[in-house]
């Protein structure tokens, strides 16, 4: 009985008005998000609203890290971009329903691999990134939110930037949102910045008729995000192979990418919360979040690290604020479009630089004198990509592949070998250091194979056989001391390495030496 309690937190001290005011303030925020990503491959406003309820919601419920919002997202609606292509390349002159139709099946599809990843507990494996990438990830991810606001200086009409009053309002309206974010915790933590702000600047706007950018002016003529509880939508696409093998490269896609993305944001909010979320519970959960918004008419996400912020940064840390906002979310699109219409654009412009401000790491730029050069440039190259493409899937699989590399060069040198003759005639070789793939070419120029005595005693006590390519190393060395008639004695092999040497095709099995006297120390799993 105690798990369910969990599951809602119940058994947690909840600050009630907190987390209903902030989950009013991220449903205020989603709005425009969801309708913008919606847009960029040219869905209806309301798909991409579907998705944020649904995600949000069912995250909220049952996801791995409370507090953390999930919802329509950019990364995932650029694939979409790359599905439709495809699409209208088989199928020329394909209706944008049946598109929808395969957009929905390859949303379903994705959630089930993302379930399978968290019951498979792939989760796990988000500890495999670098600090440094992360770094990069978050300084990158505040780039993107800062630049996305951009394109609200515009002049709608004439696609110029604005100029004249219109500019003027439009930068005082933000300024004044950032100002009430940022001073009115210094008065107030009774109710979060971000939803005053929100209010006093749309009081302004709507009660003096100021005539600035409002939610509905981000809209093409003719949308609205009015409607009704999101309907059932079973895909209608054709059952062959083709149309697998059309949907399931871009559903490993959007499923990769959600489960990156969400991952990483869970990783942050663990560190501002100083608590630590469930990271396979968390992939079910946003496999199973995102199955059902294929079949209720959304276009999938993932965690959103913007709303994440903005929740966190009100107060709410229980589940109660992310079902606030799913809540609040479908009540605006069933009752309260022409009021959510009417918001200006600059209250959620100026909250959204305050998250871009509050989500960059500036403590980054002191760790330059003191991390290493190679983790420099891998933060910066992880940002710039970030910045440049918004493919934030990419940015952090080439920082941890880097990462990696770096990290095996510097291993690689760290191999050494000490050397001694002993009274009885024995040459010694003392190797130190991890015994890989990379260090392989450096461990067997060590040896001086032609001019050694008959006897040679190669000691692991300090080093470690990792893989096959270090055992392939150690089976060429035994092979040419072989050909000489000399006899080469393996030391100090830990029951690991003897257990990949035995599983091997190699010669130097026979010739180990046991040491009654060695202890091996082993780490519990």
Known sequence: MNKYLNLFDFSQKVNYRTEVLSGLTVALALVPEAIAF???????????????????????????????????????????????????????????????????ATVIIAGMLQIGAGLLRLGKFIRLVPHPVMFGFVNGLAIII?????????????GAI????????????????????????????????????????????????????????????????????????????????????IIFPYAAIVAGVGLIESLL??????????????????????????????????????AMIGQSLINTSSGARARLSGITAAVMLLVFIMFGSSLIEQLPMAAL????????????????????????????????????????THNLAVAVLLGVIISALAYSWENAKRIRARKRIDE?????????GPLFFGSTTAFSEKFDVPNDP???????????????????????????????????????LSADCRKLLASADAIIDVNVMEDPTYKLVVDKV
């Open 38 to 104: 919606a847009l960029i491959p040219g869905f209806s406003p309301l798909t991409g609203l579907y998705a944020a309820f649904v995600l949000a919601l069912i995250t909220s419920i049952f996801g791995g890290r409370p507090g953390m919002i999930s919802g329509a997202t950019g990364a995932v609606a650029v694939i979409f971009v790359g599905l439709i292509l495809e699409l209208k390349r088989n199928f020329p002159g394909i209706e944008p329903e049946v598109i929808l139709n395969y957009v929905f």
């Open 424 to 432: 009885d005639g024995v040459k010694h070789y003392e190797i130190y």
């Open 349 to 388: 412009v100026g909250l959204m630089f305050m998250v871009a401000i509050g989500t960059f790491e500036w403590a980054s730029f002191k760790t330059f004198r003191k991390m290493p050069n190679s983790d420099v440039i891998v933060m910066v190259l992880v940002t710039l990509i970030t910045a440049i």
């Open 162 to 245: 604005m100029t004249g009053n219109s500019l003027y309002i439009m930068l005082g309206l933000t300024l004044l949102t950032m100002v009430i974010i940022w001073g009115l915790p210094k008065l107030t933590k009774a109710v979060p910045s971000s939803l005053v702000a929100i209010i006093v600047v749309s009081a302004l706007v709507i009660g003096l008729g100021i005539d600035t950018l409002t939610v509905a002016d981000t809209m093409k003529a003719g949308e609205s995000i009015k409607g009704g509880f999101p309907p059932l939508s079973i895909p209608q696409i054709p059952l062959t192979l083709q149309s697998f093998k």
């Open 146 to 158: 800062f630049m996305a606001q951009f394109p609200n200086f515009y002049d709608k009409s004439t």
């Open 265 to 302: 944001t869970l990783n942050i909010i663990d560190e501002i919360t100083e608590t630590r979320g469930r990271s396979n519970k968390e992939c079910v959960a946003q496999g199973t979040a995102n199955i059902l918004s294929g079949f209720l008419s959304g276009m999938g996400g993932c």
């Open 454 to 492: 008959e006897e040679v005693i190669i000691d692991f006590a300090e080093s470690r056989i990792v893989d096959m390519s270090a055992i392939e190393a150690v089976n060429k060395i035994t092979e040419r001391y072989k050909k000489l008639n000399k006899v080469v004695h393996l030391k100090h």
